[in-house]
């Protein structure tokens, strides 16, 4: 039905991975694999595009698991991950869509912690949805229990103010 509704368009799969779980013969995503292959072949449907996405080490993995899968698979495309400045832009543009404002500090403070970040990450780091993470669910949470144990709280410039402890907080 999937493949059916894809007909004229795209049939995006994101952690495409998921569908080759190594010896195990009774996972279903073998299966899986098999109908987008049937329906690769079939030159009665060729309106339509098949776009496997994923980290790069377990999507080789998945693709040399099936040679029909790898022989359909003609074009392989690497995205590069964000660098540091274009996640301080993310973060910058997530805190303002938000009416929240850096102060200098916390600024030089988020750059420093990306910078961090992007030296040490593994495979498997996120990029755009690791720096999302961290200004929702960090930096943002951070600066709101701040603000609840602050009893000063006078205008609403204070309310939209990032410091540099919110940072801090949210990076440990």
Partial sequence: ?????AQGGILF???A???YVQNDP???GQDIISCLLTALADDNRKDWMLILAG????????IKSNAGLESRVPNVFHFYDYNEDELMQIAEYKLSEEDYELTDEARALLHKTIVEAVDN???????AR????YVNNGIIPAQSDRLIQCCNIKTRDDYRSICV?????AYA
């Fill in 26 to 28: 009774r996972d279903p």
């Fill in 121 to 127: 990450k593994g495979w498997s780091f996120s990029n």
């Fill in 17 to 19: 991975y998921n569908l």
């Fill in 130 to 133: 690791w720096i999302e993470q």
């Fill in 13 to 15: 799969i994101d952690e």
């Fill in 1 to 5: 039905k999937v493949i059916d509704k």
């Fill in 55 to 62: 980290y790069p080490l377990p999507m080789e993995t998945m």
């Fill in 165 to 169: 402890e919110d940072v801090r907080v």
